[in-house]
C-alpha cells in the first residue's frame, strides 16, 4: 500500500489550524456552529471524504456545506455515502477525533492511526463531489474543504450552490449510473426531469390545483423551487415567497420551516398575502424539511407538520397497494420519533405497523429499511418513503389483472420516481402531497381532518453542556442527569393527558423539551403569547412545556436572576 502523502498534508494543514479551546462533534447533522469557527474542521472533513472514498474502492462521497434551519451566523458539514444515505455510524468518530487533533502533528497521527484501523488502500482513487447553501461563510468554508481535497489529491466535482437533497441525488446518481439501479441523470436538470416527469404522470387528467403559495425561507431552495416551477409548467402554479438569498441576515429569519413548526404560525410577511383556505408551504434553509398550512375564514392559522404528511401519504399509499392487488405481498409501515403527536400515533398504528426510533435521520431511514415500503416523517417536516430493491423489482414484474390495478400499479411505480429516496427532500415531498390532495381532492381542511393534534409545545433551553443529558427509550426518558426523569414524571402527573420529554439537540448547544396534553382550560387571568394558533383559551401544555424546561434550565446550573419569565 502506499503511504499518505505526509509533507503535503501538513503544508496545507499548518494553513488551517484548529481554534484552541473549542470542541467539535460530529452529530446528527454533521459538524454545525458557529461558521467563522469551521475553518479547520472543513479542511479536514475534506481530507476525510477522500479516505471515506478510497475505503469503498474509489465510489464517490457527498460533502454539504449547510446548516439547514439554524441562523444565517452558524454553518456545518456533512458526508453523504454512496447510495445518498448518511454517512456510515461509525466513520462519525472517525470525523469526531480528526477534527479535534489540536496541532498538525497530532491531525496527521490521527489520520495514519485511521488508515490502519480500517484498513485504507491509498493508493485507491478517491472521489468526491461537493456543493454549499447561500449563507455567506460558505465560500470561505468551500475553499477549505477544497484544501482538503488537493492534499489528499481527491478527484472532486463541485455542484455549487444547491440543496442538501439535491447533492444527495447526484451522490446516488453518480454512483449508480450506467448500472440496472440507475438513480437518474448525474445532474441537477436530471433531478428536475425526474420529478417533473413523475408528478405530470400522476395528475395527468386531474383538474388543475388552485396556486401554491411557498415560502423558501430566503434559502436555496428559492434557486431550486424556481427551476423546478420551469420544468413543471403548467400542472401546478407555484407563487415563491422570501426568496432574498442575497439579503444579509434574512435566511430563515422569521420564516421558513423551523419557524412555522416552533411558532406555529404564519411567518410575518405572509399574513396579508394568504387567502383563507388557500394551501401555503415552508422550506427550511437547505429545502430538507417541509412544513404545510393554512388559514380558515376567520384568518385562524392551522398547521400540517411531519406528522399529518406522514398520514396523508401513508394512507395513500396502502390505498395504491390495496388497490393494486399487491396487499398481501408488499407490507406499508411508519417509522416516527417521540416528537411525533400522540394523536396521529393512535391514527396510523389502527391502519399500519408504526414503530418509535431515536431522533435523527440515520435512525428513521434505517428502520424504513426495515419495511417493503416505509413511510418516515420527523414532526419537523423532515421525511420520505423507501421503496426496498425486491418492492421496486415486485412493481416492475406485476402483471394487473384489471384496469383498475393497472391504473394503481402504474401510480406506485410513477411514486418511485418521484420520491427522493436518499433523503427527507422538501420540494419533493411537496409534489407528493399535491399528488395525494389532487387524487383526493382534499383541501387543506379535509386533509386536517384525518385526526386532530394534541396540543403541543416545542421549548429550547441554552446549556453548557448537552452532553450531560443522555436518554434511554428511543429519547423518551432521561437517564441522566440523575433524579431529573422523576422530576418530569411527577410534573406530568398533574396535566390531564401529558406527555413531555427532554433531550439535548444533534444540532445546537440546546436541549429540547417537548410536551403535549388533550386538556385545555380557561385563561386565567395570565398572558400566555406562545397559545397555538390565536385562540383564547390557554393551553395547558404551553404551561407544562415552560415548567419542564425551567426544571432542565435549573438542573444545567442557570443564573436564577436571569430565568426567563416563561419559566415562571
Known amino acids: 500500500m502506499s503511504k499518505l502523502p505526509f509533507q503535503t498534508l501538513k503544508a496545507f494543514s499548518d494553513a488551517h489550524p484548529k481554534p484552541s479551546n473549542r470542541h467539535f462533534q460530529y452529530g446528527t447533522a454533521g459538524?454545525?456552529?458557529?461558521?467563522?469557527?469551521?475553518d479547520s474542521v472543513m479542511f479536514r472533513v475534506g481530507v476525510l471524504a477522500g479516505l471515506r472514498s478510497k475505503?469503498?474502492?474509489?465510489?464517490?462521497?457527498?460533502?454539504?456545506?449547510?446548516a439547514s434551519h439554524n441562523p444565517e451566523q452558524d454553518n456545518g458539514v456533512k458526508l453523504v455515502d454512496p447510495r445518498g444515505e448518511m454517512l456510515e455510524a461509525s466513520w462519525e468518530g472517525h470525523a469526531t477525533v480528526l477534527a479535534n487533533a489540536a496541532t498538525t502533528d497530532e491531525f496527521l497521527t490521527a489520520l495514519d492511526a485511521l488508515v490502519k484501523a480500517v484498513k485504507i488502500d491509498v493508493s485507491k482513487p478517491a472521489r468526491v463531489v461537493y456543493a454549499r447553501d447561500t449563507r455567506s461563510s460558505g465560500p470561505a468554508l468551500v475553499a477549505a474543504l477544497e484544501d482538503g481535497f488537493k492534499a489528499l489529491g481527491i478527484e472532486a466535482r463541485d455542484a455549487g450552490v444547491t440543496t442538501t437533497p439535491i447533492l444527495h441525488y447526484l451522490v446516488k446518481a453518480i454512483n449508480t449510473k450506467g448500472t440496472p439501479e440507475s438513480y437518474g441523470e448525474d445532474s441537477e436538470d436530471g433531478y428536475y426531469k425526474k420529478l417533473s416527469g413523475a408528478f405530470k404522470k400522476l395528475v395527468a387528467g386531474k383538474t388543475e390545483p388552485e396556486p401554491l403559495v411557498?415560502?423558501?425561507?430566503?434559502?436555496?431552495?428559492?434557486?431550486?423551487?424556481a427551476k423546478l416551477a420551469e420544468y413543471l409548467g403548467n400542472s401546478i402554479p407555484l407563487v415563491l415567497e422570501n426568496i432574498a438569498t442575497s439579503t444579509p441576515g434574512v435566511l430563515n429569519e422569521s420564516c421558513g420551516?423551523?419557524?412555522v413548526k416552533t411558532t406555529q404560525r404564519l411567518p410575518p410577511n405572509l399574513v396579508d398575502k394568504l387567502k383563507p383556505g388557500q394551501r401555503a408551504c415552508s422550506l427550511d434553509g437547505d429545502a430538507d424539511r417541509l412544513m404545510y398550512y393554512y388559514l380558515d375564514e376567520r384568518g385562524h392559522f392551522y398547521m400540517l407538520d411531519g406528522d399529518k404528511i406522514a398520514a396523508l401519504v401513508a394512507a395513500f399509499i396502502v390505498d395504491l397497494v390495496r388497490l393494486a392487488g399487491l396487499d398481501s405481498e408488499i407490507k406499508v409501515g411508519v417509522v416516527q420519533t417521540a416528537y411525533a403527536n400522540g394523536a396521529s400515533t393512535k391514527y396510523l398504528s389502527e391502519r399500519l405497523p408504526v414503530k418509535c426510533v431515536p431522533t435523527g435521520v440515520k435512525h428513521l431511514h434505517h428502520a424504513a429499511e426495515h419495511y417493503n415500503i416505509g413511510v418516515y416523517f420527523e414532526a419537523n417536516g423532515h421525511g420520505t418513503v423507501l421503496f426496498s430493491p425486491t418492492t421496486q423489482e415486485k412493481l416492475a414484474k406485476h402483471e394487473p389483472s384489471t384496469p383498475a390495478q393497472s391504473t394503481a400499479l402504474n401510480h406506485l411505480i410513477n411514486l418511485t420516481q418521484l420520491i427522493n429516496q436518499t433523503v427527507g427532500d422538501a420540494l419533493s415531498d411537496m409534489l407528493l402531497v399535491e399528488v395525494?390532495?389532487?387524487?383526493?381532492?382534499?383541501?387543506?381542511?379535509?386533509?386536517?381532518?384525518?385526526?386532530a393534534d394534541l396540543p403541543n409545545r416545542l421549548v429550547k433551553v441554552v446549556v453548557s453542556d448537552r452532553n450531560a443529558f443522555r436518554t434511554e427509550d428511543a429519547e423518551r426518558r432521561l437517564v441522566s442527569p440523575h433524579g431529573l426523569q422523576t422530576r418530569i414524571d411527577e410534573l406530568v402527573r398533574r396535566y390531564g393527558g401529558g406527555r413531555s420529554f427532554v433531550r439535548p439537540s444533534g444540532t445546537e448547544d440546546v436541549v429540547r423539551v417537548?410536551?403535549?396534553?388533550?386538556?385545555?382550560?380557561?385563561?386565567?387571568?395570565?398572558?400566555?403569547?406562545?397559545?397555538i394558533g390565536t385562540s383564547t383559551?390557554?393551553?395547558?401544555?404551553?404551561e407544562l412545556a415552560f415548567r419542564v424546561a425551567g426544571l432542565v434550565y435549573d438542573e444545567a446550573g442557570g443564573d436564577p436572576s436571569r430565568r426567563p419569565k416563561e419559566f415562571l
Not at 31 to 38: A, D, V
Not at 537 to 542: Q, S
Open 257 to 259: 420551516a423551523d419557524y
Open 537 to 542: 383559551y390557554v393551553v395547558f401544555v404551553t
Open 514 to 531: 417537548y410536551a403535549e396534553a388533550s386538556v385545555r382550560s380557561q385563561a386565567d387571568g395570565k398572558d400566555y403569547p406562545h397559545v
Open 214 to 225: 411557498i415560502d423558501c425561507a430566503n434559502g436555496v431552495g428559492a434557486h431550486a423551487a
Open 55 to 66: 475505503r469503498l474502492d474509489g465510489k464517490t462521497i457527498g460533502v454539504m456545506v449547510t
Open 436 to 451: 395525494v390532495l389532487t387524487h383526493k381532492s382534499y383541501s387543506g381542511v379535509e386533509w386536517n381532518s384525518l385526526y
Open 31 to 38: 459538524f454545525r456552529t458557529l461558521g467563522s469557527t469551521l
